[in-house]
Every structure is written in C-alpha cells, then in structure tokens.
C-alpha cells in the first residue's frame, strides 16, 4: 500500500512501505500508526507513541516495518505550520494525547478497511478538523506578498532568487530574510528549496514525468531533485513515487 495525498501545500502518504533513514528537513511531519507503536526516533531518542509531531529542522529516523502508518509534511508557511509552532513551542516534537490520539486512530482505522478515495477523504477532513481552529501567528504583509509570488510562479528562475523576491516587495534582502524567518520560523532560502520540491511533486501528481517535473519545478536536473529529495525525506524520490496511487484533494472537496 502505497498512496500519496497532495492537500493544498501539506503532502500525505498513507503506506506500510516507508524507510526513511536519519534526516532533516524544514517542514514539520505528523506520524500517526492506529494498531502498534510508532518505529520513529527525535535526536536519537526512540519515542513510544502512536501520534508525534515533528519539528522543522529535528533530526528523525522512521519505518513503517510493514504497518500502515500515516505521515503528513505541513507547510510551516501556513496557517496549519503557523498553528503548530505554538503547539511544539520550539521542542523538537510533541506527543498528542489519548483523545486526538484516540479519534485520529479510529478515523484511520476506518479509511484503511473501506480503502477507497471517499475514505480517504472523509480522513483528510477528521485529521485537518482536529487542528482548525487553533491560533496562527499573523504574517507581516510583506511575508504575504513574497508567499503569493511562490504561489503564482511558474518555475522561473527569477522567482526563486532571494534579490528579485525582496525588489519586488521593496526591501532590502536582509530585511526580507529576517522578517521571513522570524514570520515562520524558516530561512528563507531554506523554504525556495522547499517550495521547489513542492512544486516537483505537484507536476508529478499532475501527471507529469519525473524529469518534467524537475525541471518545471525549477532543478538544475532531474539529478539534482533527486539529491535534495534523499536529502529533505530520507528517501528517494522514486521509491515514494514508484506503486503509488496518486490523490490531489481541493480545499471544496473538505
């Protein structure tokens, strides 16, 4: 089993086949397995749970050992990242309690014995229900403006240079890059990388070959997506792509 989830900027999997060797990366990931103990470890300290969150920049190792487990890589730009740094507080991660814990496992239990596109959603709308609602922090109205400029770039260079993104907000790059950072906790360096391995990953669930989307996404080579991609996950690109089954799921549709 293997299905890949894409809603808005957060990516999901659903899979009984994940090894991730030790890594880190600058999103924050939900871990959540309904029937044993998670196999995952923070800054190698082996946590005994069945729902952890992750922070951004946290050393962890995972494996799925042949169960399904559930993992979410949140956007730490959006409202959902913004929400969870006040849960993690600057931990390197956090436990959820027996009743979030208890709900989400029931939720997944069920998605996992219908196993179809409409469980799988009915999940997608219990797991991001869960987390509404909470406090984000606000954005600067320029951290706003730089963000709609990643959402409507097309893979161009220009988009993904620090020096045009602060010329077109009117500030310095360095006032740019400390607004950014202290906006969502993100280089913002760090999160061009990021957002171009995002956009990598939407052209493949749009259909598109591994190297279109490489390039479309804005890599120098397909290579060169597949480094950063081993680098951010712990795993290659194309052993989270290969078996998959491929779910983009609109914000109407929950």
């Known amino acids: 089993m293997n299905c890949l989830i894409k809603?808005?900027?957060?990516?999901?999997?659903?899979?009984?086949?994940?090894e991730a060797d030790r890594h880190k990366h600058w999103?924050?990931?939900?871990?959540?397995?309904?029937?044993?103990?998670?196999?995952?470890?923070?800054?190698r300290q082996r946590i005994?749970?069945?729902a952890v969150l992750v922070n951004i920049n946290a050393w962890h190792r995972f494996q799925s050992n042949g169960e399904p487990v559930f993992t979410m890589l949140v956007d730490p730009v959006s409202e959902l990242g913004r929400m969870f740094r006040g849960v993690l507080e600057n931990r390197p991660f956090h436990v959820f309690p027996g009743p979030v814990t208890g709900a989400l496992c029931q939720a997944f239990d069920h998605a996992l014995s219908e196993s179809s596109r409409d469980a799988f959603l009915e999940f997608?709308?219990?797991v991001m229900g869960h987390f509404s609602g909470g406090t984000?922090?606000?954005?600067?109205?320029?951290?706003?403006?730089?963000?709609?400029?990643f959402d409507a770039c097309s893979g161009e260079?220009?988009?993904h240079q620090v020096k045009s993104l602060a010329a077109k907000v009117g500030l310095s790059e360095s006032r740019l890059g400390h607004l950014f950072k202290e906006a969502t906790g993100i280089p913002l360096k760090s999160y061009i990388v990021l957002h171009k391995l995002q956009k990598a990953y939407d052209a493949i669930l749009d259909g598109e070959t591994f190297t279109a989307a490489a390039l479309r996404a804005g890599f120098d080579s397909p290579s060169h997506f597949a480094y950063t991609n081993k680098l951010m996950t712990g795993m290659s690109a194309s052993g989270i792509i290969k078996n998959s089954e491929f779910l983009k799921v609109s914000?109407?549709?929950?």
């Open 7 to 18: 809603y808005g900027s957060h990516f999901m999997t659903i899979s009984d086949a994940i």
């Open 27 to 43: 999103m924050m990931q939900l871990f959540l397995c309904s029937r044993k103990e998670l196999d995952i470890e923070v800054h």
């Open 48 to 50: 005994p749970c069945r």
């Open 124 to 126: 997608v709308r219990t």
């Open 136 to 149: 984000a922090q606000s954005l600067d109205d320029r951290v706003r403006r730089v963000l709609g400029l």
């Open 157 to 159: 260079d220009e988009a």
């Open 251 to 254: 914000r109407r549709e929950t």
